[in-house]
């Protein structure tokens, strides 16, 4: 596969940027998901030079891979007080300062009959003593306001919940970062560090696709690569205990409701569901895995998500549904694989204060997460805080080394304050976090992400030449273009992949099946690809899409499954190019 991207990238000719030497930096951040543009974005502001590296693409990891819930801090304020709060000050921070990335939807806790009623008698009391705002709403006015709501509901809560595009917001703030002076090196894994005593002095780089390798010298690196943290800990010689907990979602053909709906009771499975643009995600579930080696949703775990939340939207229980997809959450916990937990005491962990909205830090024995007596953190992971650790591998013998990792999508601003000024510390950087203040710009390049845009913009006015790629999200060549103008600033080359992430395509109900071949006609006569690298790309793009496809795949969209299998593998032969050429991946096989 390899040898076949390298005769790829080569025939593309003067496109492609040539091999980079060594580089230089002074922050080599590892992991391009929300935490890592995040970081990359506040030391940026800074006038620190960085440098981010990204084994597959932007929110590749958890970042693209949950339901998009801004929270209010309200899921939180039962089992762990201090996520709440830190979710209540940075949620309203997002809203103000990236209000592009942001639909302020509201929320509703909503109980029903059968529910713990005591946990519902002391939910207003909980949000109080964690400061988030909430407010009881009369069953009859919710349900006329959400008419979707169960007939059995017996309590209604709303809160300041909101619904958060985490693909925007990352892209924004990496773009806002480039435009300071920050680097992005896409499919770029890190196989290697060279060191000089307790030093790193260099990271060692491999592009995934080529397998060119560059050296980066850094004077300081941040790891910040969520559920591979630990593995990227481990080749530096150093310890990060993370736990692995599988999350499942689904998402919907349409939308079942206005706001972000929890179910009024204690994080459990299966008590949410988001608004997310024209459709909804329904979820999720918390399992422990072993390992990263596979992540997927299972038919199981799809039975039990529309079974629970169904009690709260009747309406799930018939719903169509185009695709289920898995994410794991990397907490912050006893190592479940046996390396040491790094010693508070130490000064190697450091947590944010709660109570301070992250204004101090301290490294009390009382702030690790803990998980369980058998050291598992139990079968789902809940125990565990969803706090986050800022841990200084000095404790490990290497001097400049830094992990940060847990917390959630709504606290990556803070946890990427919290690294930026110990990296800042480091360096003897005099200069302060701007994030809290300085707002996050929109650039057009990525706002394709965003569900209704393209349709609205294309509705309105476009050029008689500018033709749907994608019917079901009406995503338009221009789209495609203002997408390869901002990818070919990158030496990576750019990919099927690529445009599906930054724009709506292969996102409606045929889950790619028409506009995938028609995105890579228009590629091939942009320019960008040649020879039969189009048809290994569809190849690899319906790969993804298939593994989301075999969950849910009954009614409607197991008939629309069927044309598509029909179309990619009846016409066009693709599972046998699949098997000879790029090994048994044939979108259409079914794994055993």
């Known amino acids: ?234 080749l530096a010689g150093a310890a990060v205990p993370v736990l692995y907990s599988k999350g499942t979602l689904i998402v919907t053909h349409s939308r079942v409701a206005r706001r972000a709906i929890n179910r009024l009771r204690k994080p459990s499975d299966a008590d949410i569901i988001m608004p997310g643009g024209t459709v909804s995600i329904v979820g999720t579930t918390s399992i422990n895995i072993p390992d990263l080696a596979d992540v997927r949703p299972t038919v199981p775990e799809v039975d039990l998500i529309i079974d629970e939340t169904s009690a709260m939207v009747p309406a799930l229980r018939d719903m169509r549904y185009v695709r289920a997809f898995a994410g794991v959450r990397p907490l912050i916990s006893g190592d479940p694989a046996g390396a040491r937990t790094p010693d508070p005491s130490s000064g190697a962990l450091r947590r944010v204060e709660a109570s301070a909205c992250g204004s101090a830090l301290r490294s009390p024995a009382a702030d690790v997460p803990k998980p369980l007596a058998d050291g598992s953190g139990g079968r789902d992971g809940r125990a565990v805080s969803r706090g986050f650790a800022l841990i200084d591998h000095q404790r490990d013998g290497v001097q400049n080394l830094i992990t940060i990792a847990g917390g959630k999508l709504t606290t990556c601003r803070l946890m990427a304050e919290k690294t930026a000024d110990l990296v800042c510390e480091r360096l003897g950087v005099s200069a302060k976090c701007l994030t809290r203040t300085v707002r996050l710009a929109p650039t057009i390049a990525c706002a394709w992400t965003e569900p209704g845009l393209t349709p609205r913009n294309w509705m309105r006015a476009h050029a008689a030449e500018d033709s749907l790629l994608c019917e079901c999200e009406m995503v338009p060549k221009s789209v495609v273009d203002s997408i390869a103008r901002e990818i070919r600033l990158e030496p990576r080359g750019m990919v099927l992949a690529d445009l599906a992430l930054r724009s709506r395509l292969g996102k409606g109900a045929c889950q790619g099946a028409f506009c995938a071949v028609r995105a890579i006609a228009y590629l091939y006569d942009r320019g960008e690809i040649c020879a039969d690298a189009g048809l290994r790309e569809c190849i690899q793009f319906f790969r993804e899409r298939w593994r989301g496809q075999q969950a849910v795949l009954w009614g409607e969209q197991l008939a629309q499954a069927e044309l598509a299998e029909a179309i990619h593998c009846g016409l066009f032969g693709e599972e046998h190019v699949a098997h000879t050429a790029v090994g048994n991946c044939a979108p259409f096989t079914h794994d055993p």
């Open 1 to 234: 596969m390899r040898n076949l991207w390298s005769k790829y990238f080569r025939l593309q000719g003067p496109k492609t940027v040539e091999k980079e030497k060594a580089l230089d930096t002074q922050v080599l951040i590892i992991g391009g998901g929300a935490t890592g543009t995040a970081v990359a974005r506040d030391l940026a502001l800074r006038g620190v030079a960085c440098v981010v590296v990204e084994r597959d693409d932007i929110n590749a990891g958890a970042s693209g891979r949950n339901h998009g819930l801004l929270h209010s801090g309200a899921r939180y304020v039962a089992n762990d007080a201090e996520a709440a709060a830190e979710c209540q000050t940075e949620g309203s921070l997002l809203k103000h300062l990236a209000p592009q990335c942001v639909d302020d939807t509201g929320g509703y806790f909503v109980a029903v009959a059968g529910d713990d009623e005591t946990y519902v008698a002391d939910f207003p009391s909980l949000c109080a003593r964690a400061g988030i705002t909430t407010g009881a709403v009369d069953v009859a006015d919710a349900r006329h306001l959400e008419p979707a709501l169960s007939g059995q509901t017996i309590a209604v809560y709303a809160v300041n919940d909101a619904s958060v595009d985490p693909f925007k917001l990352s892209f924004e703030m990496m773009a806002d970062a480039k435009s300071k002076g920050a680097r992005l090196l896409r499919r770029t894994a890190v196989v290697d560090f060279a060191r000089t005593g307790a030093r790193l002095i260099a990271a060692r780089v491999r592009n995934t696709l080529t397998g060119e390798e560059t050296q980066i010298h850094a004077d300081i690196i941040v790891n910040a690569g969520g559920a591979w943290a630990r593995d990227i800990a481990r």
